[in-house]
């Protein structure tokens, strides 16, 4: 991690430009900057249409990737990083919109990419199934599944060895399944 006075003076330099290009020039520094396009991504999937804009997925991504400089660093958690900022976009995205936002949203909800590809259901039952799993295999898993990433890029992200990731992979997708089929009072064959 840099030292304090190189990010500040960083941030005294680029913090009244745009906070794309703050992040583009702290990305680096902080080493985040590779999880930007990854993070897009996501959030494009995940964000509902009205709030899909492509300066409004940069720009909350920006947002969390600068997050750690308010001293909420996911890395010192014992979380990955990219499954950290994952999980803060989802709590941001749980927070109820102010009345203002609420005024600019179109009168019927429309569902994310992802909950109009599988159901609202069952992202939130997938969601409450993950957060049960132990913390290895639901980073190993959301990586996978969330950011399609390969064994050998996830071993890289974890410190795992490649073999080791698909094991935790294939375990914590059985361990999911299980979880699910409970919740639906189903028993898997």
Known sequence: MPEVSVVAQHIGRFGTGSQAGTVHVLGP???YGHYLPLLRRWLCDRLPPDRQAAGRVAEMACR????????RDPSRRGV??????RDLA?????VAPSAE???????APVSARVEQLVGRDQVHAYEQALAKLPRTEREVLVLRIEFAMEYLQIADETGLSEARVREVAVNGLAALVLVLAARRGAVPH
């Open 101 to 107: 936002a609420q005024a600019r949203r179109p009168a």
């Open 90 to 94: 989802l709590a941001e995205l749980s």
């Open 29 to 31: 520094v902080l080493g």
């Open 80 to 85: 990955n990083p990219l499954v950290a900022l």
């Open 64 to 71: 969390l990737l600068a997050d750690p400089l308010h001293g």
